[in-house]
Every structure is written in structure tokens, then in C-alpha cells.
């Protein structure tokens, strides 16, 4: 089973800085596989990225990923009072299982 | 407006059991597989359990396995999963997810979620 592990746990930021959040699997996957989420408290995750590069619809182009094998980053160029919440990248593997990462938290410092 | 819907939670004994649903619309159901995610009070995402278009591939996380059904009935538009031998350790808000199965396997539209709750 491929675990995902993300860091930093916690990311301090002011708006207008710029974030990046690491995601590293245990075992190279497809770049296929890789996804990000965004999940502020109370609601539902949203889709931001899959296919480890591309945005889902409607999201903003401050929100891009990268990476590729094991090490994947999910970058939000300029934060938007908006952008502060947990972040959870996802993968899918051929067993099959989906498995998330444990999460960054995006706060404001 | 695609939409998920949820309902079924509620609290209950250990070993007891409990059917959530979740209902579509604003979307073709019958063309996309579906999976249900939970998330424990204050935790992370966990995958539990999903199923193909027509429900001839079903998948469990090893947590659940033996122990949850996934189901769907496309003519309902309605995905359900059968919770039995409920453990405190199942208490979580449960998800329903759309699931991209065309090589991506990625979720994008989620419900709103509803919450079980496992104690005696």
C-alpha cells in the first residue's frame, strides 16, 4: 500500500505570500494518480488538481502541481484570504485503493 | 446544478448497523463509478469504499472489508453503503463522491456529507 505523506504540517502565511506543500509517496506512482483537494472546516473537500498538473474546473490559476515518481507539490502563488484551509493530496493505486494524504493546514500567521 | 445528498446518519450502539444513501442529480449517475470517504472527528480524509458504473467492481479499504456494502441503483440515481458490525472507530462524517474512472480516479463532486456516530 503506497503511503502518502505531506508536509509541513502547518503553514504560517500572510495573504499575497506564497505557499508550497509538499506531498512524497512511498513508492513512485503514475503522475495520472496524484490529486489535490482543498477542505475548509465544516465543508466538504473540493477538487483542485488531478492528474497531478492539471486544475479542475473553476479553479483559479494562483492554485498549480507539479512533480512527479514520488515528490509532488501543490503551489497557490498568492494567497487569498480564501486560500486558508487543509490541503489533502490523494492518490489511486492498481490494488485498487485510494489513499489521502494526512494534510497541511494553511493558516494565517 | 450537479449535486450529491446524503442522509441515513445517526447514533448507535456498537455492532449495530445502519444504511446511509446518497442521491444524485444534475449529472448522467449511470456513467461514473462512485466512492464513499469518511472523516473522523477532527482527522484526515480516509477512503472507504467504492464501485464501478454498473457496480460489477466493488472495492472496500481493509478497515471496512467484510463489514460495509457499497451498492448503487442507477435507476434511482442513489448510492448506498450497508454498515454492520459497527465499531466506535467507524464514527466519522461520511462522504459520497463522484469518481472520475476514466484513468485519473480523482473525486470531483463531493456531498455535504452525514455523520455517524458509534457509542454505547
Known amino acids: 500500500e503506497i503511503v502518502l505523506r505531506q508536509s509541513p504540517g502547518t503553514l504560517s502565511l500572510s495573504p499575497g505570500e506564497r505557499a508550497t506543500l509538499s506531498c512524497r509517496a512511498s513508492q513512485s506512482l503514475s503522475s495520472s494518480y496524484l490529486a489535490w483537494y482543498q477542505q475548509k472546516p465544516g465543508q466538504a473537500p473540493r477538487l483542485l488538481i488531478y492528474?497531478?498538473?492539471s486544475r479542475a474546473t473553476g479553479i483559479p490559476d494562483r492554485f498549480s502541481g507539479s512533480g512527479s515518481g514520488t515528490d509532488f507539490t501543490l503551489t497557490i502563488s498568492r494567497l487569498e484570504p480564501e486560500d486558508f484551509a487543509v490541503y489533502y493530496c490523494q492518490q489511486f493505486d492498481n490494488s485498487p485503493t485510494w489513499t489521502f494524504g494526512q494534510g497541511t493546514k494553511v493558516e494565517i500567521k | 446544478e450537479v449535486q450529491l445528498v446524503e442522509s441515513g446518519g445517526g447514533l448507535l450502539q456498537p455492532g449495530g448497523s445502519l444504511r446511509l444513501s446518497c442521491a444524485a442529480s444534475?449529472?448522467?449517475?449511470?456513467?461514473?463509478?462512485m466512492s464513499w470517504v469518511r472523516q473522523a472527528p477532527g482527522k484526515g480524509l480516509e477512503w472507504v469504499s467504492a464501485i464501478s458504473i454498473n457496480g460489477d467492481n466493488i472495492h472496500y479499504a481493509n478497515s471496512v472489508k467484510g463489514r460495509f456494502i457499497i451498492s448503487r441503483d442507477n435507476s434511482q440515481n442513489t448510492l448506498y453503503l450497508q454498515m454492520n458490525s459497527l465499531r466506535a472507530e467507524d464514527t466519522a462524517v461520511y462522504y459520497c463522491a463522484k469518481t472520475d474512472s476514466s484513468g485519473y480516479y480523482y473525486m470531483d463532486v463531493w456531498g455535504k456529507g452525514t455523520t455517524v456516530t458509534v457509542s454505547s
Open positions: 492528474g497531478a498538473s
Open positions: 444534475g449529472f448522467t449517475f449511470s456513467s461514473f463509478a
